[in-house]
């Protein structure tokens, strides 16, 4: 397996609490993403990573954040978590030409 | 919990059939294609890709056709075996936007024994 983690893999939290999600790669790929995951809608883009302090915005940006201060790490955060945010979130790390490789995900409740 | 390819088309093939999954791209100027297969409670994997100069490419047992006149994918899976059922994704990369990869809304294959 590619060396892609992410932590936590399950997480609850209350509405209204920031959340951060983390996503580590020892593989040294350039493009990092974060994603989310619900029923009836595939991967959605939330962020993407091009390089240190290099991101964008993806499909459903709104409410989320994110920071890459070094290769291996990006990190997604929900400044004020909301129910609507519930989801399953995955990282994924790809150089140019090269298929993504997925990390195991990370189960988030709000309640 | 609810399965995340529960209100997802499903194609119901036979064991031993061959599988077709089809999937509309939404950018022309897209470079890249990959075919992802997903299983219940994991991330999703790798199965073949192409590059928008290419429009067919074989693997093993499967085979990826790209047609950029009408932004159309296919992943075609031979000998379809009950290991193959999950859901698949087909994926679109804009190297020219940050290598923005972008993924289309699935579909769930259940192989039948």
């Known amino acids: 397996d590619a060396g892609i983690t992410q932590s936590p893999r399950h997480k609850v939290t209350e509405t209204g609490t920031p959340v951060t999600l983390r996503c580590h790669q020892t593989?040294?790929?350039?493009?990092m993403y974060w994603y989310r995951q619900d029923p009836g809608h595939g991967l959605r883009l939330i962020h993407y990573s091009y390089g240190v302090k290099d991101t964008d915005k993806g499909e459903v940006s709104d409410g989320y954040s994110v920071s890459r201060s070094k290769t291996e790490d990006f990190l997604l955060t929900l400044e004020s978590a909301t129910s609507s945010q519930t989801s399953v979130y995955f990282c994924?790390?790809?150089?140019?030409?090269?298929?993504?490789?997925f990390g195991q995900g990370t189960r988030l409740t709000v309640v | 919990g609810e399965s995340v390819g529960l209100h997802l088309p499903t194609l119901s093939v036979q064991e031993g059939d061959n599988s077709i999954i089809n999937c509309a791209y939404s950018n022309s100027a897209s470079d890249y294609f990959i075919w992802y297969k997903q299983e219940s409670g994991k991330g999703p994997q790798f199965i073949i890709d192409i590059r928008s100069n290419m429009d067919k490419r074989q693997g093993q047992r499967v085979t990826v056709l790209l047609n950029k006149t009408v932004k159309h994918l296919s992943l075609q899976i031979a000998a379809t075996q009950p290991g193959d059922s999950a859901v698949y994704f087909c994926?679109?990369?804009?190297?020219?936007?940050?290598?923005?990869?972008?993924f289309g809304g699935g579909t769930r294959l259940m192989v039948k024994p």
């Open positions: 593989e040294n790929h350039r493009y």
């Open positions: 994924a790390i790809s150089d140019i030409w090269r298929e993504a490789f």
């Open positions: 994926a679109e990369n804009r190297y020219n936007a940050g290598n923005m990869l972008t």
